[in-house]
């Protein structure tokens, strides 16, 4: 759609074409199935966020969480490996890696 802001031709054209849109997505149903899946993402991201804080905060120290960055710089450890063992051992304080 061809529009030119300095003198406002195909303005009203846009604003219609957008309604048109709007109107056909919440009659299909698409804005909400889309709202539905920006949700299920989004969640996952706070899910994701939220159980990587409590990982850092309750189970791997700063001192443990460098030491662990630097064996794995230094090639003494597979990240993956340690990441699931970290998994592995959640809900289980007193084992440690």
């Known amino acids: ?3 030119v802001a300095s003198d406002g031709s195909g303005i009203e054209e846009l604003v219609q074409a957008i309604e048109k849109y ?4 919440e009659q ?3 804005a909400r199935r889309r709202r ?3 949700w299920r993402v989004r969640i996952a991201e706070m899910l994701r966020d939220a159980l990587f804080q409590r990982v850092l905060s309750y ?3 700063e001192g443990e969480a460098t ?3 630097a064996e794995v710089a230094d090639h ?3 990240p993956y490996s340690l990441v699931e063992r970290i998994v592995e ?6 084992e440690r890696n």
């Not at 709007?22 to 997505?25: D, K, V």
């Not at 051992?89 to 007193?94: A, E, I, K, S, W």
Request: charge should be positive; charged fraction near 35%; glycine fraction near 8%.
């Open 89 to 94: 051992g959640l809900g289980r304080p007193d």
């Open 67 to 69: 030491r662990y960055a």
């Open 1 to 3: 759609m061809k529009t």
């Open 59 to 61: 189970y791997l120290s």
């Open 76 to 78: 003494k450890r597979d």
């Open 36 to 38: 539905i899946e920006n």
């Open 28 to 30: 299909s149903d698409r």
């Open 22 to 25: 709007h109107s056909y997505l």
